[in-house]
């Protein structure tokens, strides 16, 4: 039991209706599925309920307190009414109030930007870990409290599943934090109350529109991030990107840069790139890592920003960097044993596409031909799907349009849609095979001893989602299966 003046402290509170003083209180509860008697049920006006529709029936149900952002007609007597503009911001503070601010014990660092967050985060992650440090992961593939693996399915889980997971990893002594930061949890609210000792942007391309509806948009959901920080955050964004100024324009946070091409306090250059990896210079440092692209430098030098930000040696940062391996589902390669080449990408976005397409024919002999099997996800942003087409139909000696995850749309339907942007000069070399594993089957048998086959758009996940059911699929081991039998 918590006692209910505790969990309101800082809460700008509009009005309070019946006497919170002494009363103590269960769970803070925003599903009405899950209030029990006792507990605190916080109203939330979400994408798909308002929650302030089920006060009369938590009400019922016997919790002690209801915060509102608009008091219901009739009040009871043995309820407790607390009214707030924002309860989703509202929901925020208490969580972190609930769980005795675990942030505060923690150096928390988040990761926005289109692209990078996942890797970034994890390779954070496993340096701060080969470093000694008891850390935490929240990333869309896990959440890792030093080492216990905890299943997610959103890339930001809920605020109060957020400060419970870090009063976890207080309790077991862990010391850093580092956490995908997502446009959708942002705007929603989602990491209100937390407080961050380094805030990150990685890059910003087409993606979420159809949550957003505009790019405008999507790029003032990321701000917003920035926007709200404190003066003792440090703000580390990417001077490439020429929204990463525009992220700082309002911020009272301290303004940290990192670059491949200009000037700034982390200034990063590929000396040489091949299939195996990558030489680097960080700030006059000189290493080699097992990663390979350039969109994979960028995430090297972010991380070892961040981790000089947080009073790391470079040199030891760098050592470790080297040694680091790819992330599950990120530029993950593989050799046949017929010698062909195969990438699994988790590239879904036209600017993901390009770059790991750019970064292999930067790479590639064109002694080979480049197969990309690539495909476009249902009930999401229709408008990036015929760009990516062109964009794997213009960078491919090969393209083969397929489903990704469909969910309910008709994946006929999502194959036309990307199919309207191939040019005329390109439709020879393009191919439409709608079942995902004999789009790959495919490339395999049409690929020859050297070819490099990219399956892109899926990366770590396994599954596809398909009318609402998630049937087990991996790229990786459909790739190796078919590889294995194709060889026989």
């Known amino acids: 039991m918590k006692q209910l003046t505790t969990i309101l402290t800082n809460l700008s509170i509009i009005k309070t209706i019946g006497d919170a003083e002494g009363v103590l209180v269960g769970e803070l509860i925003f599903d009405s599925r899950k209030a029990k008697k006792g507990d605190v049920f916080v109203a939330i006006k979400g994408t798909q309920t308002d929650g302030h529709s089920y006060i009369e029936q938590v009400t019922e149900i016997g919790v002690s307190v209801i915060v509102c952002e608009v008091l219901p007609e009739i009040q009871k007597e043995n309820i407790v009414y607390v009214l707030v503009e924002d309860a989703s911001i509202a929901l925020g503070v208490m969580a972190s109030n609930y769980y005795d601010n675990p942030t ?107 949550y957003h509806i505009t790019f405008q948009n999507y790029i003032q959901a990321k701000k917003k991030f920035f926007d709200e920080l404190p003066a003792s955050t440090k703000a580390l964004v990417n001077l490439d990107d020429r929204n990463g100024r525009v992220m700082l324009q309002n911020t009272v946070a301290s303004k940290h840069f990192f670059t491949l091409k200009g000037d700034a306090e982390f200034k990063g250059k590929i000396l040489e790139s091949r299939f195996d990896g990558m030489l680097l210079n960080f700030n006059q440092q000189e290493f080699w890592t097992n990663l390979i692209g350039q969109f994979n430098a960028y ?72 197969i990309t099997v690539v495909g476009c996800g249902g009930d999401r942003d229709k408008t990036k799907r015929p760009e990516m087409a062109d964009i794997a139909a213009r960078k491919s ?81 459909v790739a190796k299966e078919l590889s294995h039998q194709l060889n026989k």
């Open 299 to 370: 995430n090297l030098l972010l991380v070892y920003g961040i981790a000089h930000l947080l009073g790391q040696e470079d040199t030891e940062v760098l050592t470790i960097l080297s040694v680091l391996g790819s992330v599950e589902g990120r530029f993950q390669t593989f050799h046949t044993q017929g010698d062909r080449v195969i990438i699994v990408d988790y590239a879904h976005t036209p600017d993901a596409l390009e770059n790991v397409l750019d970064t292999i024919g930067g790479i590639r002999t064109k002694n080979e031909q480049l």
């Open 104 to 210: 505060k014990n923690l150096q928390l660092v988040g990761i926005t930007g289109t692209n990078g967050k996942t890797t970034t985060t994890s390779l954070l992650y496993e340096l701060f870990t080969k470093l000694g440090y008891a850390s935490v992961l929240v990333s869309t593939i896990q959440i890792v409290v030093d080492g216990d693996i905890i299943p997610t399915q959103n890339t930001t889980p809920d605020i109060v599943t957020l400060n419970r997971i870090f009063r976890q990893a207080v309790d077991k002594g862990c010391e850093y934090a580092f956490m995908e930061v997502s446009s959708h949890g942002i705007v929603q609210n989602r990491i209100a109350g937390l407080y961050f000792r380094v805030a990150a942007f990685t890059n910003i391309t087409h993606d979420h529109l159809d």
């Open 397 to 477: 000696d090969l393209a083969i349009f397929t489903s990704d995850n469909p969910r309910t749309e008709n994946p006929e339907a999502i194959l036309a849609d990307m199919e309207a942007g191939v040019e005329p000069q390109f439709y020879d070399k393009t191919l439409k095979i709608t079942d995902r594993k004999e789009a790959i089957k495919t490339a395999l048998k049409m690929s020859q001893k050297h070819d490099i086959i990219l399956i892109a758009g899926k990366g770590h996940e396994t599954y596809q989602e398909i009318n609402g059911v998630r049937n087990h699929f991996s790229d990786v081991e």
